[in-house]
């Protein structure tokens, strides 16, 4: 099993195939949903310090905050798998 990562900013990579969803944290429910992961302990915060632009649900509903912005982690996820597809094409 190929496993694509993606870099969620500072060196950082999450799995591309458990990425459920890439978010804005603007929201009050996705405000509620990360201190509601914060409480369950399953928060992880990849920003470094720096202000929350993504926030990045996974399948095993951790939640994960990043630095950069949510259309940056999706063109890296897109170009990324587009990457990957190319290399394991069989046909090569």
């Known amino acids: ?3 694509k990562l993606v870099n969620i900013g500072f060196g950082n990579m999450v799995a591309a195939n458990r990425i459920v969803a890439i978010v804005s944290p603007e929201s009050a429910p ?11 302990g399953t ?4 920003t470094y310090g720096r202000r929350t632009r993504a926030v990045i649900i996974v ?5 994960i905050l990043s630095a950069v912005q949510p259309e940056t982690v999706a063109h890296r996820l ?15």
């Open 78 to 92: 897109n170009t990324k798998e587009a990457v990957n597809a190319v290399n394991n094409d069989p046909e090569e």
């Open 1 to 3: 099993m190929d496993i």
């Open 43 to 46: 928060l992880i915060d990849a």
């Open 59 to 63: 399948d095993s509903l951790h939640v």
């Open 30 to 40: 996705i405000k509620r949903i990360i201190q509601e992961s914060r409480d369950r």
